[in-house]
């Protein structure tokens, strides 16, 4: 689910920062001088300093993206970029070399709906009857997830299986792209069979973690794939259109407007839900006379949202005639209702939630979650503050863009103690709701 839902998702700009490791104040295990480590070409994986401080490389852009234990993020590529890649090992900060950790990496093929999907199963070290196994759903990218990924690396360094795979029509896999919510929890499920059968007498419980986009897919693969329990990160229990009017009352709230402008943009956003939710049959006259009452007015082009500006800008003869190519091929099923899918879920469900995020706003999410809590469902949430999507901390300017910073600390180690079924203590500033 990104911030224009029915477009790919962009690729977050990984800035280094300059916040201390880890274990920076003394001497590392693992200390070398620079002269005794020679440059290589770099290898996904993870690397440790310690039994709490990680690593992990991941392909990225131009040169390999990575990902500290305590959420630091950049690219190798990166002007003072924080580590170098080696033989088997890194060197961080110049000073500190990391050997990489041993993994057992299954690759696999695996066939859905007639589809060959591309996955790998990545164990913990040392996995066993009793290590915890989960299969993610990714987002709405286009790009495949192995080797690219972060978060299957971050769960592996801190004790947690994983199987991850190429979305059908991405990466290593075959198929189409689609952001068909039943066909894509279909491919989920058929992932999860196969994690099964390659981790067979190395696993305990297996749950389904989805994020962004995913979090519509796993509630609706749960009781197939048999799963014990779901976990979603910034994900939401609204549907699509409800997704893209949340947005643009956002939008124009953080440019200062007020509820006379939200008024009207919530009229514009109940026009393009009928539009799209009647393959643009229902509200074209309406959208007509909203553009030329408004189209002058200054917010007119604030407003995007998931697709509502996409079809404010457009004429209106020309979505009668042709509609929107490139968001109706992805084939929405817009009749998707989040709601009555969670309310069918039974198994335990974690929600972690950016309390800024303007790509996926929690608030009513939040308050749906509650009410199903109300009835009976184990249903536990984590607002993260000063997060925004994809659980980026960030920097925001006086003229309110944001420069994403680090993955803000605590989520990682929250996801992790989930799948291990012993949440406990404080994750970073998150607080339960």
Known sequence: ????????????????????????SSLAQGQAAPGAFGAAPCETGIFRQDQTAFVALTKGGKGYSYTFS??????????????????????????????????????????????????????????????????????????????????????VGRGVSVFVYDKRGS?????EYTQNFPRLADDLVAASHEARRLAQGRYGRLGLVGVSQGGWIVPLAQARAKADFIGIGYGLAVDIAQQDAAQVEMELRDRGYGEDIIDKARSATDITARLVKSAY????????AFQQQFAREPWFSLIKGGYTGVLLGMPVEELRKHGVPRFDQLGVDWSQEPMQVLSHVTVPQLWALAEDDRQAPP???VARLA???????????????????????????????????????????????????????????????
Not at 1 to 24: D, I, R, V, W
Not at 109 to 131: K, N
């Open 1 to 24: 689910m990104n911030a224009y839902f029915l477009l790919p998702l962009l690729a977050l700009s990984l800035t280094a920062t300059g916040a201390p490791l880890p274990g920076e």
């Open 70 to 155: 305590d959420g630091t993020v950049g690219n190798t590529q990166d002007a003072g970029a924080l580590l170098v890649c080696g033989k088997d090992a890194v060197m961080v900060r110049a000073t500190q070399r990391w050997p990489k950790v041993a993994l057992a990496e299954s690759d696999t093929r695996f066939a859905s709906g007639g589809v060959m999907l591309a996955g790998r199963l990545i164990e913990a070290p040392g996995a066993d009857q009793h290590t915890p196994l989960v299969v993610y759903a990714h987002g709405s990218e286009g790009t495949g997830w192995i080797d690219r990924a972060r978060d299957p690396y971050q769960m």
């Open 171 to 175: 990466g290593l896999s075959e198929g």
């Open 281 to 288: 049959h229902d509200g074209l006259d309406e959208l007509a």
């Open 363 to 365: 608030a009513i999410t």
């Open 371 to 433: 009410a199903l809590r109300g009835k009976g469902q184990a249903i536990s949430v984590y607002l993260f503050p000063q997060a925004d999507h994809g659980m980026r901390s960030y920097e925001q300017a006086p003229d309110g863009t944001r420069k994403p910073t680090v993955i803000t600390p605590g989520y990682y180690d929250l996801m992790a103690d989930w799948a291990r079924g012993r949440v406990e203590g404080h994750y970073g500033q998150a607080y339960r709701k």
